[in-house]
């Protein structure tokens, strides 16, 4: 009988640090596939030790491990110890971002040795642009897929006047553009001639994110009609409040894979100004990356066009759907 486990490490457990990401993406995508037929379950794990101990006691035909981060010579061992169980290894991250992440390049290199030696394991990419350039050897597709209620629409008034919340959120990462963000979002404000609530991501710098935050500031204090919200990190339902609060998000990310806050805004009914790096959003949603302007136009029309909710529900749908094939064809 097949069965899936997704196993992402428990950062939970070492020094009360909770990095939620990869496990609020493991549940979404084990949630979907649920839906469509698979029995999956989630794992959090410290180790290989871990996780060889948790398959002993507990078999299944297939694991999937979020991110390249146990070491190659315990993957090896691991899937050498276990060869009915058919492993991956799935990188979250498209290739421009792996200039911040050395550590994680040495490891994919790495996985495809481990590949071309054992007949259970594959490299793989929630990316399809990542599997397509990965030193042209083989990388299975595995995309991040997203739990939607079915029959539910979230519904989004239109912006009409008041204050303005605009949310930038995510890991604060140079990759993530944020001054970019920030920049539209003065932008909007002063053509609707507003005040402005625009809320960043605080509590998780990453990369030089201490100066994004301060570059932020810079830009914004003392301008009489904008208040910076510094959102510290949040249990995933409480996430969702804050992004249900908004009226609009803005994620310019220079490189991306998925970007779970665009998707989170979908089933809140906000809708988001994105790059063209987040391919699975409706088109006119995207805006070009390093153009403050260009991102502000994409956000004044979003504001104010009342099919953008059902716009992204359709795309993320789509998305579920040939994603779910990728999948299935992974577990065949």
């Not at 939970?12 to 939620?20: K, T």
Request: hydrophobic share 40%; with cysteine.
């Amino acid at each position: 009988m097949q069965r899936l486990v997704l196993a992402y490490k428990n950062f939970a457990a070492h020094l009360n640090i909770s990095h939620i990401g990869l496990g609020v993406s493991a549940l979404n995508t084990c949630k979907v596939l649920r839906r469509g037929g698979v029995i999956a379950d989630v794992w959090p794990i410290l180790n290989a030790k871990d996780l060889s101990g948790r398959l002993q006691r507990d078999p299944a035909s297939h694991v999937v491990i979020s991110a390249p981060w146990i070491p190659s010579a315990d993957i090896q061992a691991l899937v050498l110890a276990n060869s009915s169980t058919r492993f991956a290894v799935n990188c979250h991250s498209n290739v421009g971002f792996l200039q911040a992440d050395s550590n994680g390049v040495r490891l994919v290199r790495e996985a495809m040795e481990v590949e071309a030696a054992c007949h259970n394991f594959h490299l793989a990419g929630n990316s399809i642009k990542f599997c397509r350039s990965a030193y042209t050897r083989p990388c299975t597709y595995l995309p991040n897929l997203y739990y939607l209620d079915n029959d539910f629409l979230p519904w989004r008034p239109l912006y009409t006047g008041g204050t303005l919340r605009i949310g930038a959120f995510g890991a604060t990462r140079p990759l993530k553009n944020f001054m970019s963000a920030a920049g539209a979002a003065l932008e909007i404000t002063h053509r609707y001639k507003a005040n402005l609530e625009l809320w960043l991501s605080a509590g998780r710098t990453e990369g030089g994110g201490d100066t994004i935050l301060r570059s932020a500031r810079a830009m914004l204090d003392g301008l009489p009609n904008v208040k910076l919200v510094e959102n510290g990190w949040q249990s995933w339902p409480k996430f969702r409040q804050s992004v249900a609060h908004m009226h609009l998000l803005l994620q310019p990310s220079y490189t991306e894979s998925f970007n779970m806050v665009t998707a989170d805004g979908v089933a809140e009914g906000v809708p988001s100004v994105v790059s063209h790096a987040i391919d699975w959003a409706p088109e006119h949603w995207k805006a070009m990356m390093d153009d403050v302007l260009d991102i502000a136009r994409v956000g004044r029309y979003l504001l104010t066009d009342p099919y953008a909710p059902q716009e992204g529900i359709e795309a993320l749908k789509a998305h579920n759907s040939e994603g779910l094939k990728s999948w299935q064809g992974f577990l065949n």
